[in-house]
């Protein structure tokens, strides 16, 4: 087989990836996507809504109605705490799911 050359008045063939190109292009990328999903202490309820697939206000509600373990940090905007998840509640809720809601309160008996 012969190597490709140029014949005259031809443009040149670009030179195709090779393996070794193409492997150390996937391996960048992975490099980047293993960076950006490591795993964090904390998350942010975005981070959090992110990562299980539903909406950041989802997430938020979840947190003010006990749906899952969150606590307020402060999150350098001003006296406005922010919620944040931990990994371990993270992994619970990949296990278990949701915990149940609560009751909060009396309930109307049926009839009355």
């Known amino acids: 087989m012969e190597p490709l050359t140029a014949k005259p008045g031809c443009r040149a063939e670009t030179r195709a990836p090779t393996l070794e190109d193409r492997l150390a292009k996937i391996e960048g990328m992975l490099a980047v996507l293993v960076d950006r999903e ?8 975005a981070e959090f809504a992110r990562l299980v697939g539903k909406a950041e206000f989802t ?52 009839g009355s």
């Open 38 to 45: 490591a795993t964090r202490e904390w998350y942010t309820t």
């Open 59 to 110: 997430c938020r509600e979840w947190c003010r109605r006990r749906r899952i373990r969150a606590e307020k940090r402060s999150s350098g905007r001003g006296s406005y705490p922010a919620w944040v998840i931990s990994h371990q509640e993270l992994l619970r809720y990949q296990r278990e799911g949701l915990f149940p809601p609560s009751t909060g309160g009396t309930q109307l008996q049926a």
